[in-house]
DNA sequence: GTCTATACAGTGATAGAC
DNA sequence: GTCTATCACTGTATAGAC
């Protein structure tokens, strides 16, 4: 039995291993050992390696942000938009058992290897979300603080929820983080 | 030149290669690189090797936090431990320049190993933190909800602030959630 | 206590057979 | 495209001299 993979049917797997070991942890063995990929059909499709691959998810990852979080935030209904943001990302990040890969690239030093490609994901993310928020009436300033707000909570409920263990932190952070960012609009 | 260390003194030492490297990027070559102490000196006071190195530092960073925050929240008059809290978190985190070590072991596979001591740093700061709201004049439930958002709302604080490599997002985020936290009480 | 030397498993990466 | 074999290197850990 021998499988015959595509690029685009890796990184996904990829994506996963790395959101779960981090960068320094996620070795060639280990991808092996879980998709059944050998090195020599990883390395066919990255030949920069491992950095080549992370970088690939990363832009997966930005790639799927932009389409179900952003374009909606920057150009929908600001409303649902917001709305829609908070049941997507509560999807995305399976309650809080799913961790964000770029935020937790930002916290070591994986964060020099990538960090354009982490700044921007978090700069776009903060933008579309501020967008947002004008267009239901909130003033610049205050949206730009709310949105930051948002997305900062995002992710410190994912540290928090992984700590506790507990699931039902993550979906109540983010309960709690729509309403702050509801309370201004009118 | 030799010099002749106390366990003590290593500690703080290796606490910041780990909040730097995280634990799995954390090698002992490079422990020695950056200390000057050699494996055999490591050996000598942590026999279990990097994994005893690691919750010895994890144990030094929550007797600082069981001193410096927990205590005070406890024990002294509310809105000044709460005060107080804010700005011995901005110093310790150094405005978003330190990360919080705990909160990146929460994130990968690392959280397996020290699952018990990420947990009650968590829980005790939650629950130190209630303590200070409900004192002062806070029901239960809604000081719960505000201690997870308080503590949640620092942690992704530090990852946005290192994302985008700016320590003004850490201070503004930390304002912000004061604020949070302050309108409740009378 | 600290150092050097060393064991040996695991690392990322490459080359060539199929 | 995938596999196996192999490379040089680094990983943790140990032992023994000083």
Avoid at 53 to 82: K, N
Avoid at 87 to 113: K, M
Avoid at 119 to 148: H, K, N, P, T
Wanted: hydrophobic share 45%.
């Amino acid at each position: 039995m021998k499988t015959v993979y595509e690029r685009a049917d890796i990184v996904p797997l990829l994506a996963e291993i790395f959101r779960e070991l981090g960068y320094a942890a996620t070795s060639l063995s280990r991808i092996t050992e879980r998709t059944g990929i050998g090195k020599g059909s990883l390395y066919h499709f990255f030949p920069g390696g491992k950095e080549e691959m992370a970088a690939a998810v990363l832009a997966d990852v930005d790639a799927w942000f932009e389409h179900a979080i952003y374009q909606p935030l920057r150009r929908d209904d600001a409303r649902q938009a917001v709305a829609a943001m908070w049941t997507n990302v509560n999807d995305y990040f399976r309650s809080g058992r799913r961790i964000c890969l770029v935020g937790a690239f930002a916290l070591d030093e994986t964060r020099e290897r990538f960090s354009s490609a982490i700044g921007g994901y978090f700069i776009r993310w903060i933008d579309a979300l501020r967008s947002a928020l004008m267009r239901a009436g909130c003033a610049e300033e205050e949206a730009q603080v709310l949105a930051e707000e948002g997305v900062a909570g995002i992710q410190g409920a994912l540290v928090l929820s992984r700590a506790l263990d507990d699931t039902t932190v993550f979906t109540r952070s983010l309960e709690t983080l729509a309403k702050r960012l509801d309370a201004v609009r009118r």
